[in-house]
């Protein structure tokens, strides 16, 4: 099984900064999709961003955005202007050529006002 | 629009009894099923994937199992539940679609042994 790797369980960061969540991922495969997922206090899981390996441009939506390195296999999100809001799991996913879906240990972001 | 409902949102049984949880998606026909469990404080590891009606795979051999009756029903069961089967249990769903890649998930189960 691919695995993915989140080498950060926990992170603070303060109301309207920028904060960074790593994620790197081992894989064979040369065509796959890389997500990340928020899951808040109320465990429902919600998909924030998500690359397609093929794309070289890094994705991005609103506030967040990633830095895609496909040679380093490294998928980072980045979250600008944080938000109270923001606070929860962060999860980075990594889909097959099969369609299962691989996820990391999580990061914990902390928002401080 | 496309609905996934999971139930019971919170079980609570004692070691050595049976388990079903049950997952159904609306809105949609011949998705592929996944069943993953969340360990206190951890990731989500895959248990069971499905990709049609008796199509089963597991992922990690354990003490559960899973089936697929009808096409947007996933339900997963145990026979005797052991005191590491507790756990947060997530239901998700794929739209069998080039435009939509990811996954979407249920509310989710939380199993207590005891």
């Known amino acids: 099984a691919q695995t993915v790797t989140q080498s950060q369980p926990e992170m603070s960061v303060q109301e309207a900064e920028t904060v960074t969540l790593s994620c790197t991922y081992d894989?064979?495969?040369?065509?796959?999709?890389l997500f990340w997922y928020k899951q808040p206090p109320s465990r429902q899981m919600i998909l924030v961003i998500r690359q397609e390996a093929y794309k070289q441009q890094n994705a991005t939506e609103n506030r967040f955005s990633v830095n895609f390195q496909k040679a380093a296999k490294s998928f980072s999100l980045k979250i600008s202007d944080s938000q109270l809001g923001d606070a929860a799991m962060y999860f980075c996913?990594?889909?097959?050529?099969?369609?299962?879906?691989?996820f990391g240990s999580g990061t914990k972001l902390n928002v401080k006002p | 629009s496309q609905t996934i409902h999971q139930w019971p949102a919170t079980l609570v049984q004692p070691v050595g009894s049976p388990l079903s949880l049950e997952c159904t998606v609306e809105g949609t026909s011949n998705p592929n099923l996944y069943w993953y469990r969340q360990a206190a404080g951890r990731g989500l590891q895959l248990l069971f994937y499905s990709v049609g009606i008796g199509q089963i795979s597991s992922e990690v051999p354990q003490n559960l199992s899973a089936s697929r009756p009808q096409d947007r029903q996933f339900i997963l069961s145990s026979k005797k539940l052991l005191l590491s089967d507790s756990g947060f249990y997530l239901c998700?769903?794929?739209?069998?679609?080039?435009?939509?890649?990811?996954?979407?998930f249920g509310e989710g189960s939380r199993l207590t042994v005891l």
């Open positions: 894989t064979s495969e040369s065509d796959y999709y």
């Open positions: 996913a990594y889909r097959t050529d099969f369609n299962k879906f691989y």
């Open positions: 998700a769903w794929r739209e069998l679609s080039l435009v939509r890649a990811e996954l979407f």
